[in-house]
């Protein structure tokens, strides 16, 4: 008997220390479809996950209680996730996405929107998590995901038909090529939005500043503006590519009066405009096909193939030399017959600060797993280690 009560005490303490151990161990993540509302519900018994918040520079590590979801993505994906709290429910959201490798990549804590560009293919995962104390119900949607087999037939559009490379859509001034649902970029041709037509098997270039804005604001957008347009909504916008003001101008409703705005594509905020300038005018016109004529590098006396992949391939702005600081800077390595070649630049959105090395094999930037042994670097060649 008592040798029984030592086998069940012994038992029950192991089964103790187990579930300690994997406690902190959080439920199966819950699979995202493409269109599909997600009900969630945030509670105090919910998962501790961690996170950073991207929004202050040099933030911590941070934990707090939420829920984890997963979805597949294809290289372009132009992902929406929004996240809208229930009437009665004290939840603030915040927003975490994580791709393939483990990085965090987007963040938001005030607008309950993400919107994120992907680069690479592969599971990627949204972390829903709770501001402070604050707990509730909440609905999760996510668009712009598209099926393989539109990704194959993308594929083979931009190789076989438009004879064009393909780079990742999270570097910036590409050109987007909208094939059916999905979406293909290259620096091959000029920067902007293309629409490919299957039956002419020929591009072109559309104005996604009036869609956008038609689309965002709900505003009727007029194809001129008139002289003088005070009686109309004006708005002005900075084409994210050549950084140029564009006006347009729209019928007034119950929610936009009549006057001078600026709207930002970045963070979907209009705005009144304090300072009038002089922008371009887009001129409507009927799209004419074009044929994509692949863009003649510049020459230059030196060409540094890696630098140029560094800054086409990533859109990385690579320094003159490597500071003695590089914590908060992009350092990639290109091991080369023995030789170390270390490039460094400012982080971006497609490639966040940290050591890489570049995988020739691949054609990726790996994390590194240790740093090279180098003291000084000219040029990007280890001259003393």
Do not use: H, W
């Amino acid at each position: 008997m008592a040798q029984s009560m030592k086998q069940l005490v012994t038992g029950f303490a192991t089964t103790v220390l187990l579930l300690g151990a994997i406690a902190p161990l959080t439920a199966a993540p819950i699979v995202l479809k493409e269109g599909e509302t997600t009900s969630g519900f945030i509670r105090n018994t919910s998962p501790v996950l961690r996170f950073r918040n991207q929004a202050k520079t040099g933030a911590p590590l941070e934990s707090t209680v939420g829920q984890d979801y997963t979805f597949n993505a294809q290289r372009g994906d132009s992902l929406e996730i929004s996240v809208d709290v229930e009437d009665g429910s004290t939840l603030k959201p915040i927003l975490v996405l994580i791709n393939p490798q483990g990085r965090q990549v987007s963040f938001d804590s005030t607008l309950g929107l993400l919107k994120y560009r992907v680069p690479t293919a592969g599971k990627y995962t949204l972390m829903v998590l709770a501001q402070g104390k604050t707990r509730g119900r909440y609905t999760v949607n996510l668009v712009g995901l598209t099926a393989p087999t539109q990704v194959a037939e993308a594929d083979q559009v931009m190789t076989n038909v438009l004879k064009l490379r393909i780079i990742g859509c999270g570097v910036p001034n590409v050109a987007v090529i909208k094939i059916g649902d999905a979406e293909r970029c290259t620096r091959d041709i000029e920067p902007g939005q293309y629409l490919y037509n299957a039956t002419t098997k020929r591009i072109t270039l559309v104005d996604t500043r009036r869609e956008l804005l038609a689309q965002r604001l709900q505003l009727t957008l007029l194809d001129q503006c008139p002289t003088p347009a005070t009686s109309v909504v004006q708005i002005l916008v900075q084409d994210p590519n050549d950084k140029k003001d564009y006006t347009y101008c729209a019928t007034p409703n119950r929610y936009v009066s009549s006057g001078l705005y600026r709207y930002d594509i970045a963070t979907d905020k209009l705005s009144p405009a304090t300072v009038a300038t002089t922008p371009a005018t887009p001129t409507p016109a009927t799209p004419t096909p074009a044929t994509p004529t692949p863009a003649t590098p510049p020459v230059t006396k030196e060409a540094d193939p890696r630098r140029e992949l560094l800054q086409k391939e990533y859109g990385l702005s690579v320094m003159e030399s490597c500071p003695a600081a590089r914590t908060r800077l992009v350092v990639v390595n290109f091991l080369e017959e023995g030789q170390v070649y270390t490039y460094c630049a400012q982080p971006n959105r497609l490639v966040t600060a940290g050591e890489y090395v570049y995988n020739r094999q691949s054609d990726r930037l790996e994390v590194a797993r240790k740093t090279p042994d180098c003291t000084i670097s000219i040029g990007g060649i280890c001259v003393l280690k």
